[in-house]
DNA sequence: GCCGTTCTAGAATATTCGTAG
DNA sequence: CCTACGAATATTCTAGAACGG
């Protein structure tokens, strides 16, 4: 059934497990309704999700956090959570970056910003600027150090990846992590701290939702994102062609043709598609034409694989020209090469 | 197999003879004449509705909220008749469809509701919240995952028509679901929460009716939409072509060819006709138009030949480049090309 | 005595000269800068708040609302400023004007309002019902009627401008409380309300603030708007030209000329500017435009004239074809004339 | 230059008022 | 009185533009 990535969690399910105590268990809490029945669908494609658990320390801070967080915001506490330490190493910087970054930014990520262009400064974070979360950093570094790298065969890309995010391509602008990283980094950090409740892939991992956009905006948004609005979370999803997804089981969820839950890799060929500046003509998204044949293909391959691996379920190889994902593997479709392109093409 | 559309092959002619089919039961509803027999009608044309009877936790939750609504206004519940309401198979996978959007709407009216389209499901609702209806949830999704994956094998329409409403178009502004859509839903909910009897489908599926007018806008309007006036209901109806039934026992229905009971996925090839400003001229309702005579044995054509595709569903197979129900051919809506790109044409 | 709107006499500057003179009291308020501060600046126009405690009915009612709700979100009300809320008594009139639509709204998010057009006064909502409140009602109407009319001598236009906005300008569609003048309401509503710390007017009345966007989207925008998106409240200010104040103490406050503490009545001249299809060349907005200086400096001067005008009001003699206030010269909205007919321009 | 954040505007649908028939 | 519809505003989603790092 699912591959390999299961070794690593059942047998110290370090952070999972001590959220998963909290018990949103299965995410099906108060509100989430149709979104378990995907949970199942999830499940079938990546059963393995939640045994991702300790796969870096960037989410044993964060999950740290989520558990203060929940807990003050009237959420079952998970209290053991903290022995178990285990990200990698390489991450570590990761973290203190974003750390950085939050602190640092702790007006705009206060919740209560909102309206208008006045947030005020909502002083500090408390969660991060605490000493007690400082010294567990330290703790959790030194247990991580000592193992092994969870992402083995995972897609994972390279923790070296974090500087230069390709290997062909330096960082842009001067971001470590851009946004669809970032954002798929949280989403699997999410799901590994047991709060799919609040935020998670859908759709087979082919597209994420948020259910509760009160938490996750409060809680979550603020230790990744240096965001205090909301909609600046939005605009960046439509910055990089995320599109709102207006029919079927996934409906309210966002979906990207290279946003995949297994292959957090092709997250770094997505681009920002408004280009602004002068040139209207430039307006074009290079994401939808560029990425629409070959990321595209790619991507359905990698989609096929997996469902190969998933239940030894080897669809039709129709050799169309279409792409997998299209014509099968994960839904039959035969309008994904359109749909991208259409945004910008319009006019 | 096919759950029972056959019946009304033998009327393919325009809605008066096509509702005179329905038995004239003297309607026993407080200003329906003939609607309330229809359950009878819903019965035969999908018998096997109560196989599926606890398949769907929107359904569950929206159903207690019925429940404790009607209630609350005084007037049982009628409990036969839930265990009675079941819609036909092929609506299980909308429900599983809409079932996000459905909790979502509470949220909407949620002031916690944030980000982009999602906004979790009902967090705030308490009668979604109600500790009661969490158990209801779990025992009937337990029940429910007795069934098969619905995704799995169901063959869903396309990948990508799941994702997106409209392949070809971005949506660019306006809501997620969609008026039509909505309503759809809403039909599907009542029934399945065994409240015919307020309203429901008429004539086969083809048309819908409201039997008690003043518990459907205080109790079920609500949890749909946001409005305060039963006109702005009916306002709507107008706008995406709706027809009022003046004769028949369906008399004081709605009637449109796009609106089927079966074929939820039709409600997204409708379109608002009244283009609010300017272009006068493109106000022409092609529903109207059209819809005397051809359109609506082009529906029938589609309806019969949705039974033969219902257990197999081999889509575009047609030589033709453009296949009936994709293309909206049904809807016969010439106009709908006008109509909706006026709006964009305007510049 | 006038209501000191003179104080603001010297500044008839543009936006940041007129704000600076606001005391840049430091912000004590978690997120405000400047803007807590600003009591004192209301105080300051304002002194005979005290004095109107108990003027009418949707205040109380809205009042009891706020209490509750704020209570609800564990923070204590404040009673003492309960105690000094009090409009101007030209509002009285505004109030009674608004009361019905208020209520009205309280019933088109409350699911269970009523059906039709009618559903009256809150009749579902629990607040409103509450024979607490209703007693309530009663004491305070009693005592409300021995107070003298408010707006004798103040510069209402007419009880009657309910129905017909403008004098000129018969309403046929939309709503009848239009957003500037329900943001009024609210904004004189929520300082009836003693919370003053959560949206405000600022800078003399001249503009406005949230404070605490957080509280003001939770708790109060629910009871105005049916809105569940931030976004749109912004949207709106924009719509209607409202700017967002980046300089000076009142930075991130909205300002709008025509958008006065203590003149309501200019909101009814407040029009919306992007009239959504159509004639993109209507597209500038005039108040970005002309606003910049002399518009600013013309508000200014109307203002300075109010205060004489206060006591015995005779408006506009100017001679100029255009009356300032009615031709909405003080707007300096050439534009609007354009606009509004834009959109059946289109074609 | 590229990216992130925010403000503003465009575009589509939703809701309401008013009126003609 | 009621239906249908024009017209105006309301709400939401997407995109453009400005600014800063």
Redesign the interface.
């Known amino acids: 059934m699912n591959s390999g990535n299961t070794q690593f969690d059942q047998s110290n399910t370090p952070v999972a497990a001590f959220l998963r105590n909290n018990a949103p268990t299965q995410g ?10 995907n949970s ?2 999830m499940m ?1 494609s990546q059963p393995q999700v939640n045994q991702l658990n300790n796969f870096n320390l960037a989410e044993l801070k964060r999950l740290q956090q989520l558990q203060q967080q929940l807990q003050a915001t009237n959420q079952a506490p998970n209290p053991m959570m903290q022995s178990s330490a285990n990200p990698s190493a390489l991450l570590f910087q990761n973290y203190l970056d974003q750390k950085i970054q939050s602190t640092r930014f702790n ?1 705009s990520l ?14 500090q974070n408390p969660l991060i600027n605490s000493n007690l979360f400082q010294e567990q950093l330290m703790i959790n570094q030194n247990v991580m150090n000592g193992m092994k790298s969870p992402s083995g065969e995972m897609a994972l890309p390279s923790p070296h990846s974090i500087f230069h995010r390709d290997g062909s391509r330096r960082m842009r602008g001067g971001v470590i992590e851009p946004f669809p990283e970032k954002l798929h980094r949280l989403l699997l950090e999410v799901e590994a701290a047991g709060r799919s409740d ?1 935020i998670s892939f859908v ?2 991992g082919r ?1 994420f ?9 409060k809680d979550i948004v603020p230790l990744y994102f240096r965001q205090s609005r ?2 600046s ?2 605009r960046q ?1 439509n910055l990089y062609g995320f ?13 990207h043709e290279l946003f995949v839950k297994d292959r957090p890799d092709f997250c770094r060929k997505m681009r920002r598609v408004a280009v602004k500046v002068g040139a209207k003509s430039s307006k074009l998204s290079p994401t939808k034409e560029s990425q629409g044949e070959d990321a595209i293909e790619k991507a359905d391959k990698i989609l096929k694989q997996l469902d190969d691996e998933q239940s030894s379920r080897n669809d039709k190889q129709d050799s169309m020209e279409k792409p997998l ?2 014509s ?1 593997s ?7 090469v ?2 991208s392109p ?2 910008g093409a ?1 006019e």
Chains 1, 2, 3 share one sequence.
């Open positions: 099906m809490g108060v509100d989430m309704s149709g979104q378990f029945g199942n669908i079938n007006d206060n919740p209560l910003a909102g309206v208008g262009g006045f947030s005020g400064m909502g002083s609040i759709a087979n597209a939702a948020i259910h509760m956009p009160d938490k996750f905006f909301l909609s979370f939005k999803l599109e709102l997804i207006n029919t079927g089981p996934a409906r309210g969820g966002y979906f994902i299209e099968g994960l839904h039959a479709e035969p309008a994904a359109d749909i259409a945004t319009v």
